[in-house]
């Protein structure tokens, strides 16, 4: 009986395994007839509200992704897979489709390359979340079929990061910083700039603005008031040093400001050493 059993268990893996390798990169049903587009493979499309007006929003890769941290390497748990684990990797651009307009393309790869023009640092997008009880499961029978038969992960979390009243941007892990700090930008269009972006800072308003996760999170939720995060602790990873910024977003700008701290002997923060002077 027990052979029997396993025969029909590893049939069943072997038809959910095919099952898993054939399914479309799609973001849900209703894109399931429309995977290829004229620009590239759809990976996540929503529909948006702006304005009274509805449009599409699509993540759309433009070269056939490749998986990275995927769930039969051994280090999709670790630090540097923090945000990536269970994800894929290529030429990643966004793409704004509205009625009566000419759509509009962002091109996501050139913020991930940081001046590396080997074509090395492309795109990392999450595809399927890791859930609680992976750790415990992740050298059991089958393991990375079924992480293969979850839905995809949603990438375009919109979110009004810099309080203009409307939630019409999301974040975009470009790295991961040791250990497992998620560091990105955030993208979309807002008030004052009303096309496709990566949004900057009052203080530089030339450069993408690249913050944790939790730092954009104290943003969005900081409604004109500013607000104090630890963007590096004393002790992290060896440091002598706390940075912490003070970040406040309201009516379209985000403003940001740093202090630096020298550490104690007994790792905690002492005295200042660097204040920037500008006032939020």
């Given at each position: 009986?027990?052979?029997?059993?396993?025969t029909y268990k590893l049939f069943l893996l072997l038809i959910l395994s095919i099952?898993?390798?054939?399914?479309?990169?799609?973001?849900?049903?209703?894109?399931?007839?429309?995977?290829?587009?004229?620009?590239?493979?759809?990976?996540?499309?929503?529909?948006?509200?702006?304005?009274?007006?509805?449009?599409?929003?699509?993540?759309?890769?433009?070269?056939?992704?490749?998986?990275?941290?995927?769930?039969?390497?051994?280090g999709w748990s670790s630090c540097p897979c923090a945000g990536f684990s269970f994800?894929?990797?290529?030429?990643?651009?966004?793409?704004?489709?509205?009625?009566?307009?000419?759509?509009?393309?962002?091109?996501?790869?050139?913020?991930?390359?940081?001046?590396?023009?080997?074509?090395?640092?492309?795109?990392?997008?999450?595809?399927?979340?890791?859930?609680?009880?992976?750790?415990?499961?992740?050298?059991?029978?089958?393991?990375?079929?079924?992480?293969?038969?979850?839905?995809?992960?949603?990438?375009?979390?919109?979110?009004?990061?810099?309080?203009?009243?409307?939630?019409?941007?999301?974040?975009?892990?470009?790295?991961?910083?040791?250990?497992?700090?998620?560091?990105?930008?955030?993208?979309?269009?807002?008030?004052?700039?009303?096309?496709?972006?990566?949004?900057?800072?009052?203080?530089?308003?030339?450069?993408?603005?690249?913050?944790?996760?939790?730092?954009?999170?104290?943003?969005?939720?900081?409604?004109?008031?500013?607000?104090?995060?630890?963007?590096?602790?004393?002790?992290?990873h060896g440091s002598d040093g706390e940075t912490e910024l003070e970040v406040k977003?309201?009516?379209?700008?985000?403003?940001?400001?740093?202090?630096?701290?020298?550490?104690?002997?007994?790792?905690?923060?002492?005295?200042?050493?660097?204040?920037?002077?500008?006032?939020?």
């Amino acid at each position: 009986m027990n052979i029997y059993l396993k025969t029909y268990k590893l049939f069943l893996l072997l038809i959910l395994s095919i099952m898993a390798v054939m399914s479309p990169p799609i973001a849900d049903a209703a894109a399931a007839s429309e995977v290829k587009s004229k620009t590239g493979i759809l990976r996540e499309q929503q529909t948006i509200v702006i304005d009274g007006i509805a449009e599409q929003w699509r993540l759309e890769w433009m070269t056939m992704p490749i998986p990275n941290c995927n769930p039969e390497s051994e280090g999709w748990s670790s630090c540097p897979c923090a945000g990536f684990s269970f994800g894929e990797q290529g030429d990643l651009v966004l793409v704004r489709i509205r009625p009566g307009k000419k759509d509009e393309h962002l091109q996501l790869t050139p913020y991930f390359m940081n001046g590396d023009t080997t074509g090395q640092s492309l795109p990392i997008l999450r595809r399927w979340d890791p859930i609680e009880s992976d750790f415990d499961q992740r050298y059991s029978f089958g393991f990375p079929i079924m992480v293969r038969l979850r839905p995809l992960a949603q990438v375009m979390n919109l979110t009004d990061y810099d309080n203009d009243g409307r939630a019409t941007e999301f974040f975009v892990q470009l790295e991961s910083v040791p250990c497992g700090k998620r560091s990105g930008i955030v993208v979309g269009i807002s008030r004052d700039n009303p096309h496709l972006h990566a949004f900057t800072s009052t203080k530089n308003n030339k450069e993408p603005l690249s913050l944790y996760d939790y730092e954009w999170e104290a943003l969005s939720r900081s409604k004109g008031r500013a607000v104090r995060v630890i963007d590096w602790a004393c002790g992290d990873h060896g440091s002598d040093g706390e940075t912490e910024l003070e970040v406040k977003a309201t009516k379209g700008k985000i403003y940001i400001k740093s202090r630096s701290y020298q550490c104690t002997e007994s790792g905690d923060r002492g005295r200042l050493i660097k204040k920037e002077p500008e006032s939020l």
